[in-house]
């Protein structure tokens, strides 16, 4: 049974940082790539905006223009964990954010690739 558990969000100023965490069992973490998504709060679940993705190895990343420069996603496979540095936040940087894991090895930010996904944690970045 695959469990994802994400962690790390809540209530910070614009400008500061955050570092969500996302633990994976369950599966061979260490062949698939992972992923952030986020949702504004009220949007429909269909309308997830991509974030980040990182490969199977962490050699290789993808940042959404949006966060391009402010944020960072990592993993590191002998935890089984995925990461996503967040600093100079922003107020359009509120939402929930959701850890997913791909079915393929490689970076993606289409969300039809990604089969597990976590219950998501909430960032909420106040101007």
């Known amino acids: 049974q695959v469990q994802i558990i994400e962690s790390g969000g809540g209530l910070v100023q614009a400008g500061g940082s955050l570092r969500l965490s996302c633990a994976v069992s369950g599966l061979n973490f260490s062949k698939q790539a992972m992923g952030w998504f986020r949702r504004v709060p009220g949007s429909p679940d269909k309308e997830s905006e991509f974030v980040a993705s990182i490969d199977w190895r962490g050699a290789t990343t993808w940042h959404a223009p949006s966060v391009r420069g402010r944020f960072t996603i990592s993993r590191d496979n002998d935890k089984n964990t995925v990461y996503l540095e967040m600093n100079s936040l922003k107020a359009e940087d509120t939402a929930a954010y959701y850890c997913?894991?791909?079915?393929?090895?490689?970076?993606?930010?289409?969300?039809?690739?990604?089969?597990?996904w976590g219950q998501g944690t909430q960032v909420t970045v106040s101007s």
């Open positions: 997913a894991v791909s079915k393929y090895s490689r970076v993606s930010d289409e969300r039809n690739e990604y089969e597990h």
